[in-house]
C-alpha cells in the first residue's frame, strides 16, 4: 500500500522533474556505481511516464500475488464493520470498562481491540489493495468488502496532509474491466451503493464522534481516579486515542 500511495503521491506533483537530481543524490548516498545510476538515470523518466496511469500498470504488477491480497484483505471484513458501527460498539461496550463490572480490573487483549487500532490502515488496504486486484475480485466476499471501503468517504490518504479523490477509479474500473470469468460491469450497483453511502457518511462519522467523547471522557476521569487501571486497560485506551485520532483526520480531510 505504501509502495502505491507513494506511486500517487509522485504523480499528483506538478514538477516531477525534482525527482531526477533527487534520485542521483539518494543513488550516490547507496554508494550505488556510477555505471548503475547513469543507465537507471535514463531509465528513471520512463518510468515516471509508465506511471502516468498507475491503475493501468499497477494491477500487472501485483498480478502474482493479487488472488492472496484480496483473501487477506476479505478476511477483515467483518470485524471492520463492527469497528465502523458505532451502534455495535456502544452495544458491546467495546471501549467501555464500566459495563461490565465483573470485569472492571481484569486486563484486556483482544484480536478485535487490535483490529481497531490498526483501522486506518486497513481502510487504505482495502481501497488500494482491491483497486489493484481487479482480477481476484470474485472471491467471496470482496465485492462487499469494495462497497465498505467506498462508503467511508470521499477523500483517500496518501501521504501526510496529501489526499485524492479516487472513486473515480472504481467507477472506470466497474465500467470496463473484464476477463473469461468476470465482468465488473454486471457489479456496478456496488460502486454506486458504496458512492451513495460515501455522501451520507457525515452522520455516521458524527455519531462515532459522539460516542468517542462519551467513552474518553469516562476513561478518562476513571484512569485519573484509579492509575492502577491503566495497565490492565492500556489496549483499550490505545484502540480508544487511534479511534479518535483517525476521526479527527476523517473530519479535517472531508472538512471542505
Known amino acids: 500500500v505504501r509502495y502505491i500511495q507513494l506511486i500517487l503521491y509522485v504523480k499528483s506533483l506538478d514538477e516531477k522533474a525534482q ?21 537507471s538515470y535514463k531509465n528513471f523518466p520512463q518510468y515516471l511516464s509508465n506511471y502516468s496511469r498507475p491503475f493501468k500498470v499497477l494491477p500487472n504488477e501485483l498480478k502474482p ?30 471501549l467501555s470498562i464500566t459495563l461490565h463490572s465483573e470485569k472492571f480490573a ?19 488496504w482495502f481501497f488500494f489493495g482491491l483497486l489493484c486486484s481487479p482480477e ?13 471501503a467506498l462508503s467511508e468517504g470521499f477523500m483517500i490518504p496518501l501521504f501526510r496532509d496529501k489526499t485524492a479523490r479516487l472513486l473515480v477509479h472504481y467507477e472506470e474500473l ?3 474491466f473484464k476477463t473469461k470469468t468476470l465482468k465488473l460491469s454486471k457489479h456496478k450497483g456496488i460502486v454506486k451503493d458504496g458512492i451513495a ?6 452522520s455516521t462519522h458524527r455519531a462515532r464522534r459522539t460516542l468517542l467523547r462519551q467513552e474518553l471522557h469516562t476513561l478518562y476521569y476513571l484512569l485519573k481516579d484509579s492509575p492502577v487501571l491503566i495497565a490492565p486497560k492500556l489496549q483499550l485506551l490505545f484502540a480508544a486515542l487511534a479511534y479518535a485520532k483517525e476521526e479527527i483526520f476523517w473530519f479535517f480531510r472531508h472538512l471542505n
Open 19 to 39: 525527482f531526477l537530481p533527487i534520485f542521483l543524490v539518494c543513488s550516490s548516498l547507496n554508494g550505488v556505481g556510477v555505471d548503475i545510476i547513469q543507465d
Open 174 to 176: 466497474f465500467s470496463s
Open 65 to 94: 500475488i493479487g488472488s492472496k491480497i484480496v483473501q487477506c484483505l476479505v478476511s477483515f471484513h467483518m470485524d471492520y464493520i463492527k469497528i465502523r458501527s458505532p451502534e455495535v460498539l456502544r452495544k458491546d461496550g467495546t
Open 106 to 124: 481484569r486486563p484486556i487483549h483482544t484480536k478485535f481491540l487490535n483490529e481497531m487500532m490498526m483501522a486506518s490502515k486497513i481502510y487504505t
Open 197 to 202: 453511502k460515501a455522501v451520507d457518511s457525515g
Open 136 to 148: 481476484d475480485l470474485g472471491i467471496d466476499g470482496a465485492l462487499e468488502t469494495v462497497k465498505t
